[in-house]
């Protein structure tokens, strides 16, 4: 087994991943559920030593990398935003954290901010680094969705500027508080296989606006038997779509990070309303980001 030098840390607000690194090679790995939000202040190195304790033996001083919500105001300690236009990530920008255990030192990637109109990020800054250090130029509109999605303007190195939509939060709150939520499946796993088409129609319905199509996943399933199944499928599609009406027309595709059945869908909704897209994986990408931190804060 390769020698650890490194260790990369994506801490986000439910889980923490570790990953003990030589060079830009992965050599282990490991995950907990001890994310930012089930942390106190004092709880961050104990939590960061209990999964990587096994790597370090009698080491001293050894680089820990982090990035991602544990660089937030209620996280280990703030990192303070870096303001656009800026690269993704930066020389010199790195937080460091006075630890108790003399075998780690940490660094924090801080996140990125815009000023008008007013928007932060933590995590996806490090993805988007990961994206840019093999396909520069080759992108200038980044998608990240999740529950906050992210729409990114590059240019080179350079984010310009961003946008975040609260699909994912909205989604959960329709689905599962309003009254919709008579019409939906209740649990994520009862779904009867998949619902292309349900989802397919709410991308195009909510490119004109979502609002007024809504209470019609209501209306469909009291009087034309719209199915729990459709009428989820629906209201995600109802959504994704109202996000992606704003995309800009360009010649370039449109790079989503992330995976699954999320990364697929953001890429079936890109299609239908006529953008390519290529997909990417944020595991992967933010490993590279972190990497490009650490070089960068060496040299």
């Known amino acids: 087994m390769m ?4 260790i ?8 923490l991943r570790a990953y003990a690194m030589a060079g830009t090679q992965i050599v282990d790995q490991a995950t907990s559920a001890a994310g930012m939000g089930t942390l106190s202040r004092d709880g961050f190195e104990p939590a960061l030593l209990a999964l990587i304790d096994g790597w370090l033996g009698q080491k001293t001083r050894v680089p820990v990398i982090a990035c991602g919500m544990v660089g937030a105001r209620t996280g280990w300690q703030e990192a303070p935003y870096r303001g656009l236009p800026c690269a993704a990530v930066s020389a010199g920008a790195l937080m460091t954290i ?36 093999d396909h520069a130029d080759q992108f ?11 729409h990114v303007m590059v240019a080179g190195q350079t984010v310009t500027g961003f946008t975040t939509y609260m699909t994912g939060e909205l989604f959960a709150l329709l689905s599962q508080q309003s009254v919709l939520r008579l019409s ?16 397919a129609k709410g991308v195009e ?8 199509h809504l209470f019609a996943l209501r209306a469909e399933a009291l009087l ?13 599609g109802l959504l994704i779509g109202d996000e992606l ?26 299609q239908l309303l006529g953008h390519r897209s290529h997909i990417f994986d944020g595991a992967d990408l933010v490993i590279k980001g972190l990497a490009m931190a650490r070089r960068k804060e060496t040299v």
């Open 140 to 150: 200038d509109q980044v998608i990240l969705p999740g529950t906050h999605s992210k």
């Open 3 to 6: 020698q650890m030098d490194w």
């Open 184 to 199: 939906m499946v209740a649990e994520e796993g009862a779904d009867a296989g998949p619902q292309g088409a349900a989802f």
């Open 8 to 15: 990369a840390v994506d801490w986000g607000t439910s889980h």
């Open 245 to 270: 009406r704003h995309i800009r027309r360009a010649t370039r595709p449109i790079a989503v990070i992330g995976s699954g059945d999320l990364a697929a869908r953001y890429a079936q909704g890109l």
């Open 98 to 133: 006075v630890t108790d255990d003399p075998r780690i030192a940490v660094q924090i990637v801080p996140g990125l901010s815009q000023a008008a109109p007013a928007d932060v990020m933590r995590g996806e800054e490090t993805q988007i680094a990961g994206l840019l250090a």
């Open 205 to 212: 319905l909510g490119a004109t606006g979502a609002l007024a």
């Open 224 to 236: 034309h038997d719209l199915t729990p199944a459709q009428a989820r499928a629906r209201l995600s």
